[in-house]
């Protein structure tokens, strides 16, 4: 873990004012991310720093936000642009308990992460940004923001016996203010302050994007999977009718999406029947049709 020295132990720095002011604003709805965020102002990469941190020893709940990622992923190893002062990249340890969750709560914390964005982005600014399956927030067909989700092998018992517990590093990247990025992906992605046409509380952003997070992974660590499930279909516009494109190792496949089940898979109808896809790289067709 590669990070710019500051002012305590490991590199890790105090929140700035106004990002401390913004989550004690919200911390009566912090329950499972309650500790204190751990500041870099640079990093190779926030989860890279949450997964350090993870393996180590420390828990559910530990929160790393970066001024700047020298090294930020996606996912497929894809990089995220992450230029300072312009986003939110942030990277959460989130905790699933074998004797009171199941193997659906860890399928769906890319989508529960999803419409926990979604909410704070529309809670923080008024913007109502779409979610294209599994892990982008669209704002009219660009980028605004994405979600890559990495578990970790633990040997923590589960409560109760049983099953042990899973750890789940969570990262986040918001587009926040205007930034100048690669000629590649230019035409495909927006900021939120290049929407609205003004400034906005990157602070206020932060802390509702915990809040929510807190809340969606109460959702599923209490089992109220058809919660998210229905959340995310309301935000998700391209889950029915979109035209996708996608490779096998028989060679290209196209059909039309027709929903997602409930482990989040996405179900695609083609001339064979309807297809399961879990992962991989898919090509979606612009406007698609919407419900």
């Known amino acids: 873990m590669s990070v ?7 590199g890790a720095g105090v929140l700035p004012g106004d990002f401390a002011d913004a989550v004690e604003r919200v911390r009566p709805r912090l329950t499972r991310l309650s500790a204190a965020p751990l500041y870099f102002t640079e990093v190779a990469s ?15 709940g530990r929160v790393v936000l970066a ?6 992923r996606g996912r497929r190893g894809r990089r995220w642009f992450s230029p300072p002062g312009s986003g939110l990249y942030v990277s959460v ?20 992460a999803a419409v926990a964005l979604a909410e704070a982005i529309e809670a923080s600014t008024g913007l109502q940004p779409d979610i294209k399956w599994p892990n982008d927030l669209q704002i009219e067909g660009r980028k605004v923001a994405g979600i890559l989700a990495e578990g970790l092998a633990t040997n923590q018992p589960a409560a109760g016996g049983g099953r042990g517990v899973t750890l789940v590093v969570l990262g986040y990247g918001i587009n926040v203010g205007p930034m100048t990025h690669p000629p590649e992906i230019a035409h495909r992605a927006t900021s939120l302050e290049s929407e609205l046409g003004r400034p906005i509380e990157r602070a206020m952003l932060f802390a509702e994007s915990l809040a929510a997070l807190d809340a969606r992974h109460g959702d599923l660590v209490e089992g109220r999977f058809d919660v998210i499930l229905d959340a995310w279909r309301r935000r998700a516009p391209m889950r029915r009718g979109a035209r996708v494109t996608w490779e096998t190792p028989a060679g290209s496949r196209t059909g039309v999406t027709d929903d997602i089940d409930e482990y989040g898979a996405l179900l695609v109808r ?8 879990i992962a991989g790289e898919i090509h979606w067709t612009p406007h698609a049709a919407r419900d």
């Open 93 to 112: 340890v989130l905790a699933y308990d074998g004797a009171r969750s199941s193997d659906r709560a860890t399928a769906l914390v890319t989508l529960a």
């Open 4 to 10: 710019t020295p500051s002012s305590r132990p490991g």
């Open 46 to 60: 926030t989860n890279d720093a949450a997964t350090a941190l993870a393996s180590s020893g420390v828990g559910e």
């Open 67 to 72: 001024e700047r990622q020298t090294a930020g």
């Open 270 to 277: 083609t001339d064979e029947g309807l297809e399961r896809l």
